[in-house]
């Protein structure tokens, strides 16, 4: 039994929700990890930006720990939890189970040295990976991929674009873009394989700088939010794969603490852009 207590650690009726769908297997030797201990250590390793082998003792170790953020990453739990979370928001919000409309746009960041998927941004001066999201009007994630930095926005689109299929998206109509996606070939490819439209938001002419553009702004506010986790300042991942399991978790705890408030945090709430 665990007797130190951290920011990051999930409470009794966080707890509650996701719970039931971490997968338990019968047979076998019996658990003697409590798997809220497992989350809380990954959430700690997210918040923190800590390396695997920092974990505090207290935490089970750190080989027990990895071992089932790689068995949820591929078997579909994160994907489970998060997507189940953000119908509870959404809902909680007053929106319908599905969106339909939302925003798409990239984030290149600095990425450690070695793993898959690295290269050059010579546009933002950066040298690492480049992520990928689609949010709802909300700010809340649909899709991510990630890729090397140097891969062209509207090339790589369709890797995040073909997770919002007809059947989990059934109402999604209209995605806003900037500028980066005028690209003829992912017209093509939305004619083929998407049921929802594209649409470009350009810049104001003659403004420089930073500017909310209409509709697309809630997009980089989503950004904003994920690099409250110090694991995502950079992509600190060995794979792409790690790399996206981690956003998905930094969105996990993000509406955890929406439904469940911590007592010490203030309640969330979506301010007005004018």
């Given amino acids: 039994?665990?007797?130190?207590?951290?920011?990051?650690?999930?409470?009794?009726?966080?707890?509650?929700?996701?719970?039931?769908?971490?997968?338990?297997?019968?047979?076998?030797?019996?658990?003697?990890?409590?798997?809220?201990?497992?989350?809380?250590?990954?959430?700690y390793v997210l918040r923190t930006g800590c390396?695997?082998?920092?974990?505090?003792?207290?935490?089970?170790?750190?080989?027990?720990?990895?071992?089932?953020?790689?068995e949820w990453r591929h078997n579909g739990t994160l994907a489970l939890i998060?997507?189940?979370?953000?119908?509870?928001?959404?809902?909680?919000?007053?929106?319908?189970?599905?969106?339909?409309?939302?925003?798409?746009?990239?984030?290149?960041?600095?990425?450690?040295?070695?793993g898959e998927e690295r290269g050059g941004d010579a546009h933002k001066k950066v040298r690492g990976r480049k992520r990928h999201i689609v949010v709802d009007t909300l700010?809340?994630?649909?899709?991510?991929?990630?890729?090397?930095?140097?891969?062209?926005?509207?090339?790589?689109a369709p890797r995040a674009l073909a997770q919002l299929s007809r059947e989990e998206f059934p109402?999604?109509?209209?995605?806003?873009?900037?500028?980066?996606?005028?690209?003829h070939a992912l017209y093509g490819w939305l004619d083929e394989n998407a049921h929802y439209g594209l649409e470009v938001v350009s810049r104001p002419r003659g403004q420089k700088g930073f500017v909310a553009l209409p509709k697309r702004w809630v997009v980089e506010r989503t950004f904003a939010w994920l690099k409250r986790c110090r694991r995502l300042t950079a992509d600190r991942e060995k794979s792409a794969r790690s790399a996206e399991a981690m956003i998905r978790l930094g969105m996990i705890h993000m509406m955890l603490n929406r439904l469940c408030p911590k007592e010490d945090c203030q309640e969330f709430r979506y301010r007005k852009v004018g």
């Fill in 1 to 43: 039994m665990r007797t130190n207590k951290y920011p990051s650690d999930v409470t009794d009726e966080q707890w509650a929700l996701v719970a039931r769908l971490i997968p338990v297997y019968p047979g076998g030797r019996p658990r003697t990890t409590p798997l809220r201990d497992v989350l809380d250590a990954i959430f």
């Fill in 51 to 70: 390396q695997w082998r920092f974990l505090p003792k207290d935490f089970p170790p750190k080989s027990t720990v990895w071992r089932y953020f790689d």
């Fill in 82 to 114: 998060h997507d189940t979370l953000r119908e509870k928001v959404r809902k909680q919000e007053g929106k319908k189970r599905t969106p339909s409309a939302g925003s798409i746009d990239s984030q290149s960041v600095p990425a450690t040295e070695g």
């Fill in 139 to 156: 700010g809340l994630l649909l899709a991510v991929a990630v890729t090397a930095a140097s891969a062209d926005d509207g090339a790589a």
């Fill in 171 to 183: 109402r999604l109509r209209l995605l806003w873009a900037d500028t980066k996606y005028h690209n």
